[in-house]
């Protein structure tokens, strides 16, 4: 990663209408530049701030320790105010304007926290929510402009951890981002799941593999097995080491009491749409590639 040091927002620098908190934004003058989108407007109250104070730096002083945010937002203008708010208090940001691109950027890095909008294009805000769960533990924010309590319920079953209504205080998006953080704890990172081809992505600490947004019901030996070559990808692994890593010996006739589960396990992947991620070297083993 490049360095960067975070310069915070001037007063001057940010238009009146997203500045302005203590009057309404629909009702300031908005430069042509920035009149992109009515949701921008209202997305973002900026309010003045004490002589001294800097977002980026945290309560008594310390610099706030640096963490990567995905923001899944397809307004430009949305997407500009909230990263340079996240960004002047030292968060890397991501942007990206759907569903879909959110998902493979989920599966490409590793995020600390998740902006997820509702209204997106394509694939809907509720269905990024709940294939985005099938792929990580990442903590998610659903941002929306208006929130009844059915649609929070209905988020908050799907997994997010918290909710924001815009428009949204510039302090507040940035602790709020920080507390969602700091209750899940450490987030995932790469060794707590293991990613294979067409889309198979094993989640460690849950126990489960999904494909496609699709789980997987493995028994204990198959996701076993499943691990191990994962684990290993692109070595071959053979039969007598599989049975003595797997069942803790070699057992007798270990090449077809191992082919048997592995056949089993080849038949559940490829019914959820991964066909071939075990690769049979005759005489010497598996691999996964």
């Not at 990442?138 to 929306?144: S, W």
């Not at 396990?265 to 991964?274: E, P, Q, V």
């Amino acid at each position: 990663m490049v360095a960067w040091t975070p310069v915070p927002l001037r007063r001057s620098e940010v238009p009146a209408f997203v500045r302005d908190s203590d009057a309404s934004p629909t009702t300031r003058s908005a430069p042509p530049e920035w009149r992109e989108s009515d949701e921008g407007a209202r997305a973002l109250r900026t309010p003045p701030q004490a002589p001294g104070h800097h977002p980026h730096v945290a309560a008594g002083g310390t610099s706030a320790e640096a963490s990567h945010v995905l923001l899944v937002d397809d307004d430009v203008l949305v997407q500009r105010v909230f990263a340079a708010a996240l960004e002047a208090d030292q968060h890397e940001v991501t942007s990206v304007d759907s569903g879909e691109a959110a998902l493979a950027a989920l599966d490409g890095h590793s995020f600390d926290a998740v902006l997820l909008d509702l209204t997106l294009p394509g694939l809907s805000g509720f269905e990024t929510l709940r294939q985005v769960r099938a792929r990580s533990d990442v903590p998610v924010i659903i941002v929306t402009g208006t929130s009844t309590v059915a649609e929070r319920i209905a988020g908050f079953d799907l997994g997010c951890d918290d909710y924001l209504v815009k428009p949204i205080d510039v302090d507040e998006l940035s602790r709020r981002v920080r507390a969602v953080m700091r209750r899940r704890g450490v987030p995932a990172t790469p060794e707590e799941r293991l990613l294979g081809p067409n889309d198979l992505v094993m989640r460690l600490r849950q126990h489960t593999v999904w494909v496609g947004g699709e789980e997987v019901k493995l028994t204990p030996k198959e996701f076993a097995i499943l691990r191990l070559l994962l684990e290993h990808r692109d070595e071959v692994i053979s039969s007598d080491d599989l049975s003595v890593q797997i069942w803790g010996y070699e057992t007798f006739g270990s090449r077809n009491f191992v082919e048997a589960h592995v056949s089993r396990l080849r038949s559940k992947l490829a019914k959820a749409g991964a066909p071939d991620v075990v690769t049979t070297m005759r005489g010497v083993g598996y691999v996964v590639r």
